[in-house]
């Protein structure tokens, strides 16, 4: 993360650079640009070596909560050392607050261990942060998707209990329409559901 001033939007991603082995011809690398802010934001990606390397997005639109995967991929046989650079600009849509952050493109020899496995925790400590909130956020999204389930099938079932039982003499007089009229095993089924989403809505979260 980097910002020019304390009004930047810090710039978010998977990782600081990237290594390409000298021995691999047309390497393709991945990074991960998230947006943890609750607004979309625009990015633009530039490259001191354009000659060097080709990227499968350089601009484009991130919405509010999501990632975007980035393909760098080298198509030059470059000398171990070499480092270029991909500057990452980000805004907010439709504002004038922007932030930047640089991403390493490191040639390296052959058997050199990969950084997505060498990475020490605290380089992934910040991701990781943000993975479980993103995690985190989507639970709780499902767990109030699954309680108005529940609610909506409880309800359900409760007017399904107090709508009159087919057969019974109060049925016949009963201003409820007899395409509503529940047969008394249907009313059993009701009830053992209305009991089943009972205990899901109660139970402690």
Same mark, same amino acid.
């Given at each position: 993360?980097?910002?020019?001033?304390?009004? *930047?939007?810090?710039?978010?991603?998977?990782? =600081? /650079?990237? @290594?390409?082995?000298?021995? /691999?011809?047309?390497?393709?690398?991945?990074?991960?640009?998230?947006?943890?802010?609750?607004?979309?934001?625009?990015?633009?990606?530039?490259? =001191?070596?354009?000659?060097?390397? =080709?990227?499968?997005?350089?601009?484009?639109?991130?919405? *509010?909560?999501?990632?975007?995967?980035?393909?760098?991929? $080298?198509?030059?046989?470059?000398?171990?050392?070499?480092?270029?650079?991909?500057?990452?600009?980000?805004?907010?849509?439709?504002?004038?607050?922007?932030?930047?952050?640089?991403?390493?493109?490191?040639?390296?020899?052959?058997?050199?261990?990969?950084?997505?496995? =060498?990475?020490?925790? /605290?380089?992934?400590?910040?991701?990781?942060?943000?993975?479980?909130?993103?995690?985190? /956020?989507?639970?709780?999204?499902?767990?109030?998707?699954?309680?108005? *389930?529940?609610?909506?099938?409880?309800?359900? $079932? *409760?007017?399904?209990?107090?709508?009159?039982?087919?057969?019974?003499?109060?049925?016949?007089?009963?201003?409820?329409?007899?395409?509503? @009229?529940?047969?008394?095993?249907?009313?059993?089924?009701?009830?053992?559901?209305?009991?089943?989403?009972?205990?899901?809505?109660?139970?402690?979260?």
């Amino acid at each position: 993360m980097s910002g020019a001033d304390e009004d *930047a939007l810090p710039v978010f991603l998977n990782t =600081t /650079e990237l @290594h390409f082995r000298l021995s /691999e011809k047309s390497q393709a690398k991945l990074f991960t640009l998230y947006n943890p802010f609750g607004h979309s934001i625009t990015y633009k990606i530039l490259c =001191t070596a354009t000659r060097n390397y =080709t990227l499968n997005e350089t601009t484009g639109t991130l919405q *509010a909560k999501c990632c975007q995967d980035i393909v760098v991929r $080298c198509i030059q046989r470059l000398p171990v050392g070499n480092v270029d650079k991909l500057k990452i600009e980000i805004c907010k849509k439709g504002a004038q607050t922007s932030g930047s952050c640089v991403l390493n493109l490191i040639t390296v020899p052959s058997g050199h261990p990969d950084p997505e496995e =060498t990475r020490n925790n /605290e380089s992934l400590l910040p991701t990781n942060r943000m993975s479980a909130s993103m995690t985190s /956020e989507r639970g709780n999204d499902r767990n109030q998707a699954n309680m108005w *389930a529940c609610l909506v099938v409880g309800l359900f $079932c *409760a007017i399904a209990l107090v709508c009159p039982t087919a057969g019974e003499p109060d049925s016949k007089t009963s201003s409820v329409p007899p395409m509503l @009229h529940m047969s008394a095993q249907q009313k059993l089924v009701a009830s053992y559901i209305l009991g089943i989403v009972s205990v899901l809505i109660l139970r402690p979260m």
